[in-house]
């Protein structure tokens, strides 16, 4: 659980760090393809803290360490969409 607590930690540094870079080298598509990149690379680390496999359904049953895994990956896809609204140098 403290492993997953200290990947959300870093989950809510990162995704800022990421628009910011992303948005200096090139916005548009190619930020939002590179944002979605990071996204992924981030939850899976999470699931995989978690001990568990990204994409397996567990409804009703997740543990909280997979919700908050979600949780996560949602807030970073939802950054990412501002990334895709930004205009291409």
Known sequence: MKQCQNLLI?????VPLAII???AASTGPIGYGICQGGCATIVMAC??????TWGATLGATAPATVIACNSAYGACQ??????????TP
């Open 78 to 87: 939802a950054a990412c969409a501002s990334v895709l609204l930004l205009p």
């Open 47 to 52: 699931y995989g803290a978690a001990g568990a």
């Open 21 to 23: 870079l992303a948005g």
């Open 10 to 14: 870093i989950v809510r540094f990162s």
